[in-house]
């Protein structure tokens, strides 16, 4: 039964790959990611059997520990547990829970990131080669972290299934999500400066008392002598496996029983953005958009960044004009946030293609809200960066650029858009999950569209620049008077050749977007 | 955007509802539509039927415009629907079956969005909008986003959209599917007015009983091709529809069955 298990997911791997090209363009780029972090874990283990032995261990803890924080916490925010064998699936075979865990548990380490996880931990008895009884110790070890790993995200995940179900909460803790990976900088920068001074060995200490870090205590505490501390530690390494599989089968139960809801009605009063806006198709598609920015987190995830940078930039470079790039920045990402507008739609395009809605006018009702979205912040930006850097002299300069690559950037969404979609997690689908062959054709279209941007841009920007720069006043009001010409050229030519491409190839859009599904 | 003035299509009086003349569809290696020619008369309830993979789906999306063919014509009461898109797309009302709909907004939004986009003005589409989701029997969830929809309040909503312009002809994959006894009989009701009023219907279905009391015309579709199509009588020649419809397909097994699973003989 384990083999038919780990059989299955190598097959639906392999069917995966069949299926799409760009599956297998992401299968290369990840393995060779991954590849590369194993090169690093290997180099590293070996390296660190030359430093002191006290050290040694305590390296090998803390990131031992994160690896396994990782597993447990990283499913629940950001990728989502891999769900191609959902337990759920095998409700009417009358798998014995026994092989069904086992099954799952192997099977979870067939991946990327359970090979790359597997082998790191293996590769860590390198790091004990002149204590050849450590070594085997960290051996058994390396096992138990793996086991740990897997069980653990597979507890953590099922348990909390039915709260993260819920769809309220799956868009807090969606929009939240975000939060930890913007302030990673500074939160590093600080652990960093922490751990140099005496943090590391105490951290060490306390961690490989925890589930997090025993497994990777055991071959420490051996080269130390310490045979209790070594007992102690694989009594909590081997609870920990014992409580996750527990929970995990408990959860199992639960779901198996009981279906996670979706969560209960909302409802809204009247039409909302429908009454406000002109009743003509341009503006029923502003309205439209506009409910979705507020109703859909995957927009609000998309500007995200904008009100964080300012502050960022603020924090890294204290007494600088740095901070002044936020406004051209958030001028952008707002513009951008439209470029994947056809694929948010997925299938519900429809709509559109059934109505006899011209492509500009669907163009238009889209532009206009992500445009006066993007004005508001881009001055809200402008204005608070430069009175935070003081340097008035620059706002004619800086009102260019950022209202100009505004307006570009949204001429350039408009188009990329309209030329190209690909998977992209649905509205009301978990967020959690990941989406398979997205990767290559996003990161195409997505470059190709900046490079454009760039070209459009960068005349405005270079003005700009060297106005900011040089002091100038006169050559901040040209980059003004260029950058808005010029955005707004980029802008009409974009919407119109943006349209007339999704009226001749809205049909073809709709056909990739059923075969996504 | 004032286009260059092509000869205005005005629709063909006499002509067909809906003709399609020798659409093919291929998706990679697989022709889903080998040629399929069909007339379907203006006025006439007519039926669409075929087993699972037969390529009803597919024929519909092209006859809608959501499909684009790889050969063949589109003529809506003569004019053709892939030269002229935007004229034809508002005298037909499409609902789709195994798409999405613009689930984040209410059940009033979604068919006001419908009306709006089939350029209505805002008292008309009010009023429909009122209208149609009484009919439907979606007042009390009018303001409930879709997306906490039932499977057939989701269907009845589309159906909403699909009739908020007064279409000629409406076009419905699967309306049924998911729709429960009494708000199925209450959508059949209104289709058979929408018929009686001069209008078109077409829908797919896999329920040969349902399609033999509910259509006048039929036409069966299996693997891409028409294997008969008329006058529901002419197609069923004296016998059920669906004892028809199997021997056309083909497919039944008969024989001893599957001996063991007699559960009483052991």
Not at chain 1, 242 to 266: I, N
Request: aromatic letters at 6%; charged letters at 15%.
């Amino acid at each position: 039964m384990v083999a038919h298990l780990v059989r299955l997911k190598l097959t639906l791997l392999r069917n995966g790959l069949r299926r799409s090209a760009w599956q297998v363009v992401g299968l290369v780029v990840a393995a060779l990611y991954g590849l590369t972090l194993l090169g690093l874990a290997g180099a590293g283990a070996v390296g660190l059997g030359f430093v002191d032995v006290q050290l040694r261990g305590d390296v090998l803890v803390v990131v031992g520990s994160l690896l396994v924080l990782g597993w447990w916490v990283v499913p629940l925010v950001a990728f989502g547990v891999d769900a191609t064998l959902d337990p759920r699936r095998f409700v009417t075979f009358g798998v014995p829970r026994r092989d069904l865990l086992v099954g799952l548990t192997i099977a979870g380490l067939i991946g990327i990131p359970g090979v790359v996880t597997t082998l790191s931990a293996l590769a860590t008895p390198l790091a004990w080669w002149r204590e050849p009884l450590a070594a085997l110790v960290a051996l058994v070890g390396a096992v138990l972290a793996v086991l740990a790993c897997t069980l653990g995200a597979r507890a953590t995940t099922t348990v909390l299934a039915p709260v993260i179900g819920r769809r309220r909460v799956r868009e807090v803790v969606a929009a939240l999500a975000i939060l930890p990976f913007i302030f990673l900088g500074p939160i590093l920068s600080t652990v960093a400066e922490g751990a140099s001074g005496v943090g590391l060995e105490s951290v060490a200490r306390v961690l490989s008392w925890t589930p997090l870090g025993a497994p990777w205590a055991l071959a420490p505490a051996v080269a130390a002598g310490d045979w209790a501390g070594l007992l102690l530690r694989l009594v909590v390494a081997l609870a920990t496996l014992v409580v996750a599989l527990r929970a995990w089968s408990w959860a199992l139960d639960r779901t198996l029983t009981e279906p996670v809801s979706a969560g209960g009605d909302s409802r809204a009063r009247g039409l909302g953005w429908f009454g406000r806006l002109p009743a003509t198709p341009t503006g029923a598609v502003a309205a439209r958009a506009a409910t979705y920015w507020l109703r859909d987190p995957r927009y609000a995830i998309a500007v995200a960044i904008v009100p964080v940078l300012p502050v960022l930039l603020a924090i890294s470079a204290p007494d600088g004009a740095i901070v002044l790039v936020a406004g051209p920045a958030a001028a952008f990402t707002v513009g951008w946030s439209i470029s994947a507008d056809v694929a948010y739609d997925g299938t519900a395009y429809w709509t559109h293609l059934v109505s006899p809605l011209r492509g500009v006018a669907d163009r238009w009702g889209r532009v206009l809200v992500a445009g006066s979205l993007g004005l508001v912040l881009t001055l809200v930006v402008v204005f608070g960066t430069v009175w935070y850097a003081d340097r008035w002299d620059a706002l004619p300069a800086l009102l260019g650029a950022s209202v100009g690559l505004l307006l570009t950037s949204l001429g350039g969404a408009s188009v990329v858009s309209a030329a190209v979609v690909y998977p992209v997690q649905q509205p009301g689908e978990n967020p959690f999950g990941t989406k398979q062959g997205a990767s290559a054709a996003a990161f195409t279209s997505q470059l190709v569209g900046f490079t454009a941007i760039g070209a459009r841009g960068a005349p405005t920007a270079v003005l700009a620049l060297l106005a900011v720069v040089r002091d100038s006043a006169a050559l901040g009001w040209a980059a003004m008077g260029v950058g808005l010409v010029l955005g707004t050229v980029v802008l009409v030519a974009g919407v119109r050749l943006g349209g007339s491409m999704l009226d001749r190839r809205g049909p073809d859009l709709l056909q990739k977007m059923r075969a996504f599904a | 955007m004032p286009g260059p003035v092509t000869s205005a299509p005005a629709p063909v009086a006499g002509a067909p509802a809906l003709s399609l003349q020798g659409l093919w569809r291929r998706f990679g290696q697989k022709v889903a539509v080998a040629g399929i020619d069909l007339e379907i008369p203006a006025g006439s309830f007519y039926g669409l039927v075929g087993p699972n993979g037969a390529g009803k789906t597919t024929t519909l999306s092209m006859a809608t415009g959501l499909l684009r063919p790889d050969a063949g014509t589109v003529l809506v009461h003569g004019v053709d629907l892939w030269a002229h898109p935007t004229e034809v797309k508002r005298t037909i009302g499409v609902l789709p079956d195994g798409v999405r709909l613009f689930d984040r907004l209410t059940g009033a939004q979604l068919v006001t969005y419908a009306g709006l986009l089939q350029g209505l003005d805002r008292p008309t589409v009010t009023s429909r909008t009122r209208d149609l989701l009484a009919a439907v029997g979606l007042e009390q969830d009018a303001d409930t986003l879709v997306v906490d929809y039932s499977a057939g309040m989701t269907k009845k909503v589309a159906l909403a959209c699909a009739l908020v312009h007064a279409p000629r002809v409406l076009v419905l994959d699967e309306p049924f599917e998911a729709v429960d006894p009494v708000s199925a009989a209450n959508i059949r009701e209104i289709l058979h007015q929408y018929v009686a009023g001069g209008g078109t219907v077409v829908v797919s279905s896999h329920v040969m009983d349902l399609v033999q009391r509910m259509c006048d015309h039929v036409a069966v579709i299996a693997e891409g091709h028409v294997l008969a199509a008329g006058t529901v009588d002419e197609v069923r020649a004296g016998r059920s529809l669906e004892e028809r419809f199997v021997d056309l397909v083909g497919g039944r097994i008969t024989g001893e069955g599957i001996a063991w699973l007699r559960t009483s003989s052991d």
